[in-house]
C-alpha cells in the first residue's frame, strides 16, 4: 500500500498544480473578456437607454408638428384659386392658430411654433408666428420676410429653405436663429398641394434644453455624454459646453461615431477614453465616453484577485492531497478485503465505511449491490420453486422438500394426490381462462383443508400435499374434510387419493400409493360422469 498511497499523492498533486495552473489562466483570461464585456454592456445600456429617452422626446415634438399639419393639411381647400386669395387664406390661418396655440403650450421646450404660407403665392407676408415666453406665455412675433434673405442665410431663413430642399419633414441641425436670437433645433414639415408649395409648418425648440438632457448621462464614476452633430460638430460635452467644430479636432470622433452598438477605443489629449454610439431621430449622435483607466480598473482588481486566490488554493489543495491520500488507502484496503470474501460467495460479508467521499460511496453502492443481488437471489429462488398461477410449492420444490425431509428419515409422514376432473372439457369448451379459474377454486380449497401444510402443484391438474408430523387419524380427519369440501358441489373438484407412513423410506413409495388410490377414485367419477372421460 505503501507504493499506492506515493502513487495517488503524486498524481493528486500534480493534478491539482495543473488544474489551477489551467484553470487560473483560463479564469485571468475570461476574467478580462468578461470585465471588457460588462463595461460595453454597461456602456451600451447607458446609451440604448438616455438615447431611447431623448429619442422620445424629440418624437413628441415630431407628434405635435404632424398633428398640426395633418389638421392644416385637412382644412386646405383643392381649389388653387383660394391659395392667392389673402381673405381665404386668413381664415384657414385662423383655423389652424387654435391648434398651434394649444399644442405649443402643451410641448415641452418648445420655444416657437409657426405656419408660412410662400411669399410667390400670397404677395404680403403672411401666417403664424408664435414664441413661448419663458413664464409659458405665448407671443405672437413679427414674421421674417423671407424675400429679403439670401435663401443659404441659414441663421435667418434656414428654416424655410431646407424642409423645402429636402421635400419633406426635415430636423435642422442646431443653429442661432437670428430673428428670436436663440439656440435651436427645427422639426419642419413642407406643405405641398400637388407641384405647389403653399408654405411650410414648424417648430423651435430650446437646444439648450437638449444640453441638459446630455450633461445628466453618466457612465462609470467619471464617464459622461457627447452630442454630436450630423457632419461631427460637437453640439456639446462636459469639456465643451458650447461645442466645437469637427475641422478642430483630429476628426476621430467623427470616424467613430458612424457605428452604433459597438465600443471603441480612442487617444484624446494624452487620455485613453472608450465611446459607444446611439443614433438620434434628429441625426444627431449621442456618445457614451469614459475613460480607459476606469473601465479597466475592475479587470485589473479581478485578475489580481484571481492570483491571489490560486496561491492559496495550490497550498491548501496540496496539503488537503496529502492527508486525504493517507485517509483514501485505509478504507480502500478494507474494501479489497470485503471484495475478497464475496468473491468467495460470502454474501453476509460486513462493510463499514463513515466516509463520505467517494470511497464512502463505493463502500455503500457495493453493499447496497449486495443486498440487492441477495433480493434477486430470494426471487428467483422464489420463481424456481413457486407456481406461477396458483403461488403454491411446484414439482421441483417437491423434490428438494423430499430429499431434505422424507428421505431423510422424516417421522409419520402423510400424502395427498390429487387430479382435477373436466379441466380438459373446460378448457375446450369454455377456454383456458375458465380453466384457470378452476384450478385456483381447487386451491383454495386445498389450502383450506391443509392451511399449515406443504401444498404443490406437480403439473396442469396434479397436486400433492405433504404432512409430517401428524399421526395417522389426524392425518385421515384432514384428508375427510378435503373430501367433504370437494364434493360440496354436484360435481367433484378432483379425483383424491392419500396414503401415510409412520417411517417412510423415499417419497416414491407415498406417491405410488396415493396415486393409485386418486385413480380409483377418477374411474368412480367417470363412471358416474362419462362425459368428462378424456
Known sequence: MKSLHKKILTLLIASVMLTVLLVGGAGILNASRVVEEDS?????????????????????????????????????????ISWNDEQYMDAYTEKVYEVMENLIKNTDCALSIYLRFNQELLTSVSGVFMVKNEDGSLKDE????????????????????????????????????????????????????????????????????????????????SGYAVLMGKNGDII????????????????????????????????????????????????????????ASEIDAARNTLIVQCLIILVVVLAFATLLGIRLTKQLTKPLLELTQAAEQIAKGNWNVAIECSSKDEVGVLAQTLKEA??????????????????????????????????????????????????????????????????????????????????DDMCCRMSGDEFVVVVVNKSEEEFLNMV??????????????????????AKAESIGELLTEAENAMYRDKKLFYEKFPEYRR
Not at 384 to 389: G, I, M, R, V
Open 40 to 80: 460595453s454592456r454597461i456602456m451600451n445600456l447607458t446609451c440604448d437607454k438616455k438615447t431611447q429617452e431623448i429619442n422620445t422626446w424629440l418624437l413628441s415634438i415630431e407628434q405635435s408638428v404632424d398633428t398640426i399639419y395633418g389638421f392644416a393639411d385637412s382644412q386646405l381647400t383643392d381649389n388653387r
Open 142 to 221: 413679427e414674421m421674417t420676410d423671407i424675400l429679403a434673405y439670401d435663401p443659404d442665410d441659414r441663421e435667418h431663413v434656414g428654416w424655410y429653405y431646407e424642409p423645402l430642399q429636402n421635400g419633406g419633414p426635415t430636423w435642422m441641425e442646431p443653429y442661432k436663429n437670428k430673428n428670436i436670437n436663440k439656440n435651436m433645433i427645427s422639426y419642419v414639415i413642407p406643405i405641398y398641394r400637388g407641384d405647389v408649395t403653399i408654405g411650410v409648418l414648424g417648430m423651435d425648440v430650446d437646444l439648450d434644453a437638449l444640453k441638459e438632457k446630455v450633461s445628466e448621462i453618466s457612465a462609470y464614476s
Open 236 to 291: 456639446y460635452s462636459k469639456n465643451y459646453p458650447d461645442g466645437i467644430d469637427a475641422g478642430e479636432y483630429n476628426g476621430k470622433l467623427m470616424e467613430l461615431k458612424k457605428g452604433t452598438g459597438e465600443i471603441y477605443s480612442y487617444h484624446w489629449n494624452g487620455t485613453n477614453k472608450r465611446m459607444v454610439c446611439g443614433n438620434m431621430i434628429n441625426g444627431m449622435t449621442l456618445a457614451i465616453v469614459a475613460p
Open 370 to 451: 449486495i443486498g440487492e443481488l441477495n433480493k434477486c437471489i430470494t426471487y428467483i429462488s422464489h420463481l424456481a420453486y413457486t407456481d406461477n398461477l396458483t403461488g403454491l410449492n411446484n414439482r421441483h420444490y417437491m423434490k428438494q422438500y423430499s430429499c431434505e425431509y422424507i428421505e431423510n428419515g422424516a417421522q409419520d409422514v402423510g400424502l395427498v394426490f390429487c387430479d382435477l376432473n373436466r379441466l380438459k372439457y373446460t378448457n375446450d369448451h369454455y377456454g383456458h381462462s375458465v380453466g384457470d379459474e378452476l384450478i385456483c377454486n381447487f386451491v383454495k380449497v386445498l389450502k383450506e383443508a391443509f392451511p
Open 480 to 501: 375427510k374434510e378435503l373430501n367433504i369440501l370437494n364434493n360440496r358441489e354436484e360435481i367433484p373438484l378432483a379425483a383424491i387419493g392419500s396414503a401415510w407412513k
